[in-house]
């Protein structure tokens, strides 16, 4: 497959407005419209012709880690699609690719869906707020919202950490350095310890991965610092135990006292498709941290958080059962899609109108 015929569905996904593209060997170049694939209307793609496309995007470096770890993510700048998020892995040996289209503008608040609190939690002088969901949950597109937000109203040092950059973050009032890794810095770890000698007010980790990663954020956060971070985890519980499953004995009781004290939010996101499917709607699970969230956190106690997220409603919390109901009593996502991602949807959701 040539460039020219890349651009052309480039070119095509943007008039289709699609989230993402698949080239895969023996079918067709899929799309992802609205949540759901959909194959291009033409011959399917040869081993032959994705390897081809492939070598042509990577340059040495790139190309030596790929055929070294089997898989890569980088960006890339397109004159039809703006900036794209690549992601190479194998399959039977060959490479193949999923490139994710990333807007070249932040819509608002209101059309993202976020809750008014994810305003306050931007807004945080120091501390820890998490974003965390499934792959394709619009974590990016909050991150990047929040990063919007403290640039349009903060003078400070804003420094990202991503792999790769899918937003390019002019200054506004604050200056913003976005680092890259494999064109920037060589891992997420040795440019974590580095950042915090840059004189950062806010730092954006792309993704927190393992120990290194998360006590050098929980650090930082505890130490004057805003850090915005994302992870891979289903809700607010679910990402708590997993960052204190990373740890091991004494240091485990170390990280949990840190969360305690750093902890500012967490937000838990689904992207659903709407009732009219012509588009997806943001569900998420809020939790702000705190005086009882914090003892709960020091305690580890993080099966009993569900009730305290319940009853801090005043304070902006949101439990998922809770914003599926809303988004259903609005008619914007319907009855079988609300049951299907609700915990408890006999309880929610208790009869079919």
Known sequence: MSTENLDRLFAA????????????????PAY???????????????????????AGLLNAQQQKKFDEEWELCISLLHPAAGRVRATFYRRNGHPEMSFRFCGEHIS???????????????????????????????????????????????????????DPIEFVHENKRAIVVQQEVLSDVH????????????????LVV????????????????????????????????????????VFEGSAQRQIILQMSNALQGIIAQELLP????????????????????????RENQIH??????????????TLMDNCLYDLYCKCLISYDTAVSRARHPDRIIPQKT
């Open 13 to 28: 996904a943007n008039k289709f407005d699609a989230s993402d593209l698949h080239l895969v060997a023996g079918v067709p």
């Open 32 to 54: 992802r419209v609205n949540g759901e694939i959909i194959l291009a209307d033409e011959d399917a793609l040869t081993e032959k012709e994705v390897t081809a496309l492939s």
């Open 108 to 162: 608002s608040r209101e059309d993202l869906g976020l809750p008014e609190k994810i305003d306050d939690l931007a807004r945080k002088p120091n501390g820890l707020v998490l974003i965390t969901g499934p792959t394709g949950a619009g974590k990016t597109t909050t991150l990047n919202y929040m990063v919007d937000l403290i640039n349009s109203e903060r003078r400070c040092k804003i420094v990202t950490i991503e």
């Open 187 to 202: 891992s997420f770890n040795r440019a974590l310890i580095h950042v915090l000698r840059q004189d950062p007010d806010v």
């Open 206 to 245: 792309g993704e927190m991965r393992d120990f290194e990663a998360i006590s050098t954020a929980l650090t930082a956060a505890e130490t004057g610092h805003l850090v915005l971070a994302t992870m891979h985890s289903p809700s607010v519980s679910h990402a708590l135990e997993r960052i204190v499953g």
């Open 274 to 297: 709407a009732a009219d499917r012509t588009r997806r709607v943001l569900a998420y699970e809020l939790i702000v941290a705190n005086g009882a969230v914090r003892n709960l956190i």
């Open 304 to 317: 009993q958080l569900e009730n305290t997220i319940q009853t801090g409603r005043k304070e902006g919390m």
